[in-house]
């Protein structure tokens, strides 16, 4: 009799795979560049067991990709308080707080990177780049120094070690370190302009311009580039000639508001 009794209907388990997908699918869309497309999928994320602050730290990423920066922020707070010495978190925390200008805040998460991560280079140039906005140059001089001793061939970490150089008044270091960055990086953008700017500093502004026309004749589109042949230029008193380069900058960077009032006002000399 029993035999003539239907078999029991078994509700299918949770899928293990489905936060390991989610988390790997939502990343690789972040990687790409298609960051609005990964936030339903962090949502699903983060309504997984256990997987809350994963998602939280990838949504981060996500809005800061997507300039939300605010929310972006919240996101990484939520992520920090699972876990408030996950370094990855408090250095995305701290470029994200550097992005909103708030720099104080931003040197004290990536102070405390560096303290739950003292091994990782990565903190110690986030560390020396927060601490370069905020124009604490001889500290941040020797974190970025710690930075390029662990990773030498970095050529983004001697950039900004030579731009501190500069920016501290010690040209012949900066040059001596561009110089070198340029001999082995194979153009890095942002590099000739920021050559020719420690050269104009360190009041050789005909040795800038000739660097600048090397540079633009060559075919370089910069906008760096452009203004600092602005800069060179009024200088040497030419303000007619200025005015299309303050332009060009702002038309090669239209997300910079501060080049696009040079451009406005170079328009009325």
């Not at 997908?21 to 497309?37: I, S, W």
């Not at 662990?150 to 920016?167: D, H, I, S, W, Y």
């Amino acid at each position: 009799m029993s035999d003539l009794l239907p078999a029991p209907v078994r509700q299918p388990g949770p899928d293990a795979s489905l936060g390991p997908r989610l988390h790997a699918n939502a990343r690789q869309l972040v990687r790409d560049h298609r960051p609005e497309e990964a936030l339903p999928m962090l949502d699903r994320l983060a309504r997984l067991p256990g997987l809350d602050a994963a998602a939280a730290i990838l949504r981060a990423e996500a809005l800061a990709a997507l300039d939300r920066l605010p929310e972006a922020e919240a996101a990484a707070d939520l992520a920090l308080a699972k876990d408030p010495a996950w370094s990855a978190a408090l250095q995305l925390r701290a470029r994200i707080r550097l992005a909103r200008g708030h720099r104080p805040a931003a040197i004290d998460d990536a102070a405390a990177a560096v303290m739950a991560t003292p091994w990782d280079p990565g903190a110690k140039a986030l560390l020396g780049t927060t601490l370069l906005e905020e124009r604490c140059f001889d500290e941040a001089i020797w974190f970025l120094g710690e930075a390029m001793r662990a990773e030498p061939g970095n050529a983004a970490v001697q950039t900004r070690l030579g731009q501190a150089f500069m920016l501290a008044g010690r040209h012949e270091a900066a040059a001596e370190l561009l110089a070198h960055c340029a001999a082995t990086s194979g153009g890095r953008p942002g590099l000739v302009a920021l050559q020719a700017q420690n050269a104009l500093l360190a009041g050789d502004a005909a040795g800038a311009e000739a660097m600048l026309r090397a540079a633009m004749a060559a075919g370089t589109a910069d906008a760096g580039v452009h203004s600092v042949l602005a800069h060179v230029l009024l200088v040497h008193g030419r303000m007619e000639d200025a005015a299309p380069h303050f332009t060009a900058a702002a038309r090669l960077a239209p997300g910079n508001g501060y080049l696009a009032h040079l451009a406005a006002a170079a328009s009325g000399l």
